[in-house]
């Protein structure tokens, strides 16, 4: 039995075949029906120059995703910071806190999620793509809305509407920076395992408690795809594997269909390449992801999970949810 609290990772994934459009409104229907099964947050990531994906512009779809939802928070997952100005941030988030009030999460993170040509298009000057001034950036966004160091700049909205923010990592650096300010913490399991333990240990250990937390809460976030058998379940998963050995190699394309996954023609290195992505996934019959989940929330002591699920069609992977909420 799986008994922390269940959240969702989405990233509209655009299928072949399919159109933006299409793969927002899938999305939509996700949080709906996710809400429906009690789910705690739907968080949507952002990432661009991608044809797979369609959350480039996380405030404007959560600013849908909240109106079409009543109960669960919404939120970044995440928002990465070198893209934007932080007074930027701090408004459209304040925005959405005061439109929805108790609802809004901001989960921040230090990489661009894109590649560099695309990040100079999006922050327009060289400067603003280096990481090493995320602290500041980090501290200036908050600073919008706690207003701790009043200047001549006040956010509006953003100032006394704060969304609940939380730092984003696939390594130790933002774990660090998580703990020293208090902040929760949320790590990306589903694509760097190697790094979440040694992560949680530095986010716990540098954990200083603060306005927002008496003591560290750490969210994994892991990739699932549940279905009714465990060959169902790795038929589902291929697309998802396909797509990101297509990243890698510099030619994303839109979400193939299952059967494409499948007659693909790895070669022996891309199949070691996929096997190596599978670790720290949970793929199977819902006995075999309760196994897997429950042994992640061992090794980890999470409080929460996150679950991300990337399959070609919107009702497999709504019924992915769905199985895996009978597991708590």
């Known amino acids: 039995m799986i008994d922390v609290p269940l959240s969702v990772l989405d990233v509209a994934p655009v299928a072949a075949n399919g159109s933006p459009g299409e793969a927002l409104?899938?999305?939509?229907?996700?949080?709906?029906?996710?809400?429906?099964?009690?789910?705690?947050?739907?968080?949507?990531?952002?990432?661009?120059?991608?044809?797979?994906?369609?959350?480039?512009?996380?405030?404007?779809?959560?600013?849908?995703?909240?109106?079409?939802?009543?109960?669960?928070?919404?939120?970044?997952?995440?928002?990465?910071?070198?893209?934007?100005?932080?007074?930027?941030?701090?408004?459209?988030?304040?925005?959405?806190?005061?439109?929805?009030?108790?609802?809004?999460?901001?989960?921040?993170?230090?990489?661009?999620?894109?590649?560099?040509?695309?990040?100079?298009?999006?922050?327009?000057?060289?400067?603003?793509l280096s990481a090493e001034q995320f602290p500041q950036e980090l501290a200036a966004l908050i600073n919008y809305f706690t207003q701790d160091d009043p200047g001549s700049i006040i956010a509006s909205p953003g100032a006394g509407e704060s969304p609940e923010v939380w730092l984003l990592g696939s390594s130790g650096y933002s774990a660090q920076l998580a703990g020293l300010l208090g902040l929760p913490f949320a790590f990306a399991h589903h694509f760097s395992a190697q790094n979440t333990l040694p992560a949680l240990a530095l986010y716990r250990e540098r954990f200083t408690p603060s306005r927002w937390l008496d003591e560290p809460h750490a969210m994994v976030a892991v990739s699932v795809v549940c279905a009714d058998t465990d060959e169902?379940?790795?038929?589902?998963?291929?697309?998802?594997?396909?797509?990101?050995?297509?990243?890698r190699q510099g030619r994303p394309q839109p979400l193939a269909t299952p059967e494409e996954a499948a007659a693909h023609p790895y070669t022996e290195v891309e199949r070691i390449f996929m096997a190596?992505?599978?670790?720290?996934?949970?793929?199977?019959?819902?006995?075999?992801?309760?196994?897997?989940?429950?042994?992640?929330?061992?090794?980890?002591?999470?409080?929460?999970?996150?679950?991300?699920?990337?399959?070609?069609?919107?009702?497999?992977?709504?019924?992915?949810?769905?199985?895996?909420?009978?597991?708590?």
């Open 25 to 128: 409104a899938h999305t939509t229907a996700l949080a709906r029906r996710t809400e429906e099964l009690g789910f705690r947050r739907f968080w949507v990531a952002e990432h661009h120059n991608m044809p797979a994906i369609a959350s480039s512009a996380p405030a404007v779809l959560l600013a849908h995703l909240a109106a079409n939802t009543s109960t669960m928070r919404v939120g970044s997952g995440g928002v990465m910071l070198p893209n934007h100005a932080p007074l930027v941030v701090a408004e459209q988030f304040g925005t959405l806190a005061a439109l929805h009030p108790g609802r809004i999460d901001l989960g921040i993170g230090r990489a661009p999620g894109t590649d560099q040509a695309t990040a100079l298009a999006l922050r327009r000057t060289v400067e603003g």
């Open 232 to 247: 169902r379940a790795r038929f589902l998963s291929g697309p998802a594997g396909l797509s990101f050995l297509r990243l």
């Open 276 to 328: 190596d992505r599978q670790v720290g996934q949970a793929v199977g019959s819902p006995s075999t992801v309760e196994g897997q989940l429950s042994a992640l929330l061992e090794a980890t002591r999470a409080d929460e999970l996150m679950l991300t699920t990337m399959v070609y069609d919107v009702e497999d992977r709504i019924r992915s949810f769905e199985l895996v909420r009978q597991l708590t």
